[in-house]
């Protein structure tokens, strides 16, 4: 009798259990954060949880080191102490900060000033990154004044000393450091690193404009929506992203406001002072790392169509998709996703 | 009534405890498989929990962000934020969410709310949204 009942009663459990386990499907871990201004979610896939958890931590903390480090909001950053110091005069720099510092410049180098981490002057005139936000543009005065004052110095307001004395010096006052355009992707790229260290093999990290794949799904891509710039609701392009892809879009539609019908958005243009204006309203780009895909997605949205792909073949392996003001868009043959909006 | 005592009767001590425990397992087991994903949510400030709301009832709360307080609504098992005009808070485009692991954010606020539980369904539509 006991042996029948025990039986019966396992085999209940049993069926019971392995129901339950069909019914729940296999899905990625998600953990959210707000971090660096946006929400940053990162995804794993296949691991067990606490060591999920654990890495994910981990690199969360690793990108609050870089925003603290590296924020131009943050008056205690190094990066913020630098801007306060001295034009003129040289001063220290860790080498993290200067490695951001010395890609951030040979991308404007190569996008003939286009990119310039130089702008935190101009940044803080338009005040996009304050609360409240600006819902008037500044003075035409001042903006003159600012791109007066960068003349002076023929724009060559940031100099970095020999690479063993890791030094900076602003020349221009109305040079100040804001690496928005591309800290972002240095502080992914160090998740990334924490993750592996970590034992993890798939992953998305979605931090805002920037996203960065590791590996896939359980052998299934990534499934990414590009979102429709002008519905916020809708996608624009789907892209299944597998292996070791970065992806990072710049746009129009996410901080900007509306002022006499003019649409003035967060990506300023170093040679008008002004809301960069060439024809598009949305770049993605991607390519093997995310700083990489930070900087052109920021150059070539100032650049416009022709000069941004003219630009964009000196990086070989970076893909780029662009929507221009139209709702059109043209993608370069290797960009993997499929536009899925219409012509 | 009967039969339970013609059960009972028909047992040993050791018997019992292998019905007790195998039905106290099936139970916890019910439990966790019925257990309704998203009928709560908590409310992070600065990443760090500070409010959990139960999502089965009516109510409006305030917490306080970063830049003052900030108004959470419950309705019709939904929650979203209120009041709170920036475009950086991306509570006023999210509206309402409901579904477990949605989450909504007033990033200037350090706001974050997310509703527990695991999603429902194999997958959301996308992974991720590029924006």
Request: aromatic residues 6%; proline residues 5%; hydrophobic residues 40%.
């Amino acid at each position: 009798m006991r042996g029948r009942i025990g039986l019966v009663l396992t085999l209940a459990l049993l069926l019971v259990a392995g129901w339950w386990w069909q019914e729940r499907p296999l899905r990625p871990s998600v953990t959210t954060r707000l971090l660096m201004g946006t929400l940053v979610e990162i995804s794993t896939w296949g691991m067990p949880e606490a060591l999920s958890m654990r890495a994910v931590a981990l690199a969360f903390d690793e990108m609050t080191r870089v925003e603290e480090r590296m924020s131009r909001m943050r008056p205690e950053s190094e990066l913020a102490r630098i801007n306060r110091g001295q034009r003129g005069q040289w001063q220290p720099i860790s080498a993290e900060l200067a490695l951001v510092v010395d890609r951030g410049l040979a991308m404007g180098r190569l996008a003939s000033g286009a990119f310039d981490i130089g702008l935190g002057s101009l940044s803080d005139l338009w005040g996009f990154s304050l609360e409240p936000p600006p819902t008037r543009p500044p003075p035409a005065d001042r903006i003159a004044g600012w791109l007066a004052q960068r003349a002076r110095q023929n724009d060559a307001g940031i100099e970095r000393s020999g690479e063993s004395e890791k030094k900076i010096r602003l020349d221009n006052a109305g040079v100040g450091l804001d690496l928005g355009g591309i800290a972002k992707g240095y502080a992914v790229e160090r998740a990334v690193e924490m993750l592996r260290r970590e034992g993890v093999q798939d992953a998305l990290i979605n931090a805002g404009g920037d996203m960065r794949i590791l590996g896939s799904k359980g052998g299934k891509p990534w499934h990414v929506g590009l979102r429709d710039p002008r519905d916020p609701q809708g996608v624009a392009a789907i892209l299944d992203l597998a292996g070791e892809v970065a992806l990072s879009t710049s746009g129009d539609y996410e901080r900007f406001f509306m002022a006499d019908g003019i649409r003035h958005h967060h990506i300023l243009d170093p040679k008008t002072g002004q809301s960069a204006r060439a024809g598009l309203i949305s770049v993605s780009v991607q390519a093997p790392d995310s700083m990489t895909a930070d900087g052109l997605s920021t150059a070539l949205f100032v650049l416009g169509e022709q000069a941004g792909l003219a630009m964009l073949r000196h990086f070989p392996g970076c893909e780029a998709l662009l929507i221009r003001e139209d709702g059109s868009h043209f993608q370069t043959t290797g960009f993997i996703g499929r536009w899925v909006k219409g012509p | 009534m009967k039969l339970w005592r013609l059960a009972l009767r028909a047992t040993n001590t050791t018997d019992r405890w292998v019905i007790l425990i195998s039905a106290l397992a099936i139970a916890a087991l019910m439990v966790a498989m019925m257990r309704m994903p998203g009928n709560r949510a908590t409310v992070y400030r600065d990443n760090q929990p500070i409010l959990t709301v139960a999502m089965d009832r009516d109510l409006t709360t305030e917490v306080t962000g970063r830049l003052g307080p900030v108004r959470i609504q419950v309705e019709g098992g939904r929650i979203r934020l209120l009041e709170y005009d920036s475009p950086r808070m991306i509570g006023t485009r999210t509206g309402w969410i409901r579904d477990a692991g949605g989450t909504t954010a007033c990033v200037p606020c350090g706001i974050l709310i997310r509703v527990e539980g695991e999603p429902e369904g194999t997958t959301r539509e996308f992974d991720a949204v590029a924006h």
